[in-house]
């Protein structure tokens, strides 16, 4: 193990206080998985730990994109990586903590993401799906992937667009790159802390404090000025 925890779990189980006395007792650092959290201004909402939660220790991956730009497990990635080698090269402990399950795994796999290039296809297959509709483009991805076709709902636009996208850009269907990827040994080596609730009540009362609390510190306010 190379000194890595990731802590997953449910809303509101506990994973931010777990996460900061870890760090605390392991001579660490806390780096949030947590796909809303690396929003700037979206702080009640993210439910992001406040000064005192995070107990003096340095958290990462947290205000590190604008509102309005997009955010994906990819880029999530690359940003999330180097810190994590940071943290391990000065003999520290990494905390992995958060609720989306893409990303921690993807990080701790190091999983190699199809490229976004800009040239126009992603436009071109937006504008074609706009005309023929979403039908269509999944016909059009089961000629070329039907596993990724057999996977996909109608409905899940964007994924059924990205399947396409990868094809036309690479010549290799997003089921063979995944398999590709999968093959690969992970990037790191971690022991994993899973939270749950054998009794679901305790965490639904949870999650409703939490939302309660949220509204009285101003979530509405917040929601307005994002």
């Not at 022991?191 to 510190?217: C, E, H, N, T």
Request: with cysteine; proline share 5%.
């Amino acid at each position: 193990m190379n000194n890595i925890i990731c802590i997953a779990g449910p809303t509101a189980s506990g994973k931010t206080a777990l996460a900061a006395t870890l760090a605390k007792e392991l001579n660490g650092e806390v780096v949030s998985c947590d796909s809303m959290q690396v929003y700037k201004r979206m702080d009640i909402g993210t439910a992001k730990p406040t000064l005192e939660e995070m107990q003096g220790i340095p958290h990462h991956m947290i205000d590190v994109a604008e509102p309005w730009e997009d955010f994906s497990v990819s880029r999530y990635c690359d940003m999330a990586a180097p810190i994590v080698d940071d943290i391990l090269s000065r003999g520290k402990t990494a905390v992995i903590a958060g609720g989306t399950g893409l990303y921690m795994d993807s990080l701790i796999r190091g999983n190699a993401f199809a490229p976004f290039p800009a040239t126009g296809v992603r436009e071109r297959l937006e504008a074609q799906a706009d005309t023929v509709g979403m039908e269509a483009m999944l016909s059009q991805l089961r000629s070329v992937d039907p596993d990724a076709a057999g996977r996909l709902h109608l409905s899940d636009r964007k994924r059924i667009l990205r399947a396409l996208e990868v094809w036309y850009e690479t010549g290799e269907t997003i089921t063979q790159h995944d398999h590709r990827t999968r093959q690969q040994p992970p990037r790191y080596r971690a022991a994993y802390i899973g939270l749950s609730f054998q009794d679901r009540a305790p965490l639904r009362r949870r999650i409703d404090l939490r939302v309660d609390k949220m509204l009285d510190a101003g979530l509405l306010d917040e929601a307005k000025l994002v």
